[in-house]
Nanobody
Framework: QVQLVESGGGLVQPGGSLRLSCAASKSIGGMYTMGWYRQAPGKQRELVATITSPGNTNYADSVRGRFTISRDNTKNTVYLQMNSLKPEDTAVYYC???????????WGQGTQVTVSS
């Protein structure tokens, strides 16, 4: 099972940017679809974005055009560039690695993103 460690969260003003990183403990190239999810207080965890090994991406409607997911398989790292942040983006952001052959998922511990003036 792959271990995931997120970083890059913090406090940012509305309209600002943050870049989240997710470092995997082993190679994610070829076998893993990677994703970012978030959970706000009192709400269910929701999909933010996913990226397949070849680089196909999928975004939630609420973040499309503002967030960009990318991956560097040579560094076993996935990124989430978040621009034009809004207060409603405030949540704990979780990295996910889904092993394609079995659909088994691994999760990171989460990183807090707070958008507030």
């Amino acid at each position: 099972q792959v271990q995931l460690v997120e970083s890059g969260g913090g406090l940012v003003q509305p309209g600002g940017s943050l870049r989240l990183s997710c470092a995997a403990s082993k190679s994610i190239g070829g076998m893993y679809t990677m994703g970012w999810y978030r959970q706000a207080p009192g709400k269910q965890r929701e999909l933010v974005a996913t990226i397949t090994s070849p680089g196909n991406t999928n975004y939630a409607d609420s973040v499309r055009g503002r967030f960009t997911i990318s991956r560097d398989n040579t560094k076993n790292t996935v990124y989430l560039q978040m621009n034009s942040l809004k207060p409603e983006d405030t949540a704990v952001y979780y990295c996910n690695a889904r092993f394609v052959p079995t659909a088994r998922s691994s999760w990171g511990q989460g990183t807090q993103v707070t958008v507030s003036s």
